[in-house]
């Protein structure tokens, strides 16, 4: 039992999707998972394991941020051995060809976060997925024939949802796909523990248009999103 999840040894598979909200997690484990068992309540960031496909699986709620998705990653790697760890989450779309709705496989998580490198002494450190993870739910993504658009790409992990600096643009400019908060760290982590990790993103704003997601495109395209994470990891 770690500080902040209150599973017992062999609770957490060692397969697991996290996405931010705790009551996403939940809504995960009640629509996608079979048997599902709550483990953890700590702080009321809930986290379930069941199965999917037969194949056992967790889903783990991780907050907001760098260093509140740091903390559940850290205990997660350290503490029960997760090998493949699944970002599932929102993001707001900078670019003009990511489109609401659409569906983002980061490749690599820039940031404007001080985490990284504290982590490396200073250095530039460019956290990326695990290549498997990645082409896994590239495929997943194109055999469930979604009708959602699909990018592959780099996204910006920031520290300020509401930003007022001219980072946007200079982001824009090295075509950065859209904005998020807590890719990078989980990237970060995972090289560190020498796991597999990934971020799947469904653009719910686009932060230059304004335009955002209503609520049943959001069901909609959420539902995707899991799928294809649940998907990638049982590859």
């Known amino acids: ?3 902040h999840i209150g599973a017992k040894d062999g609770e957490i598979a060692d397969r697991i999707l996290l996405p931010g909200d ?3 997690a939940k809504w995960v484990a009640e629509n996608f998972l079979e048997n599902p068992m709550q ?6 960031m809930f986290g379930f394991t069941g199965t999917y496909k ?4 967790s889903v783990q709620g991780t907050g907001m941020g760098v260093p509140s998705i740091s903390i559940y ?11 493949r760890a699944i970002r599932i989450g929102t993001c707001g779309a900078i670019q003009d060809e990511t489109k609401v709705g659409d569906l983002i496989l980061a490749m690599s998580a820039s940031t404007d976060s001080a985490v990284n490198r ?3 002494n200073g250095l530039d450190y460019a956290p990326h997925a695990d290549f498997h993870l990645l082409s896994a739910a590239y495929q ?4 469930l024939n979604s009708s959602v658009g699909l990018h592959v790409g780099g996204v910006s992990s920031m520290d300020q949802f509401y930003d007022t600096t001219d980072a946007l643009e200079k982001l824009r400019t090295y075509n950065v796909l859209a904005l998020e908060m807590e890719a990078s760290a989980l990237y970060t982590l995972a090289a560190r523990f020498k796991r597999q990790a990934l971020a799947v993103l469904t653009v719910s704003d686009h ?3 304004h335009e955002a997601m209503d609520a049943t495109a959001r069901e909609r395209t959420l539902k995707e999103m899991v799928e294809v994470g649940l998907e990638a990891l049982i590859s």
């Open 1 to 3: 039992m770690s500080l």
């Open 22 to 24: 705790p009551l996403r």
């Open 39 to 44: 483990y953890n309540s700590v702080r009321n």
């Open 54 to 57: 037969g194949e056992r699986v």
């Open 73 to 83: 990653v850290h205990e997660l790697f350290a503490e029960y051995q997760v090998q």
């Open 118 to 120: 504290r982590a490396t």
């Open 140 to 143: 997943a993504a194109k055999r």
């Open 207 to 209: 932060v230059i248009t």
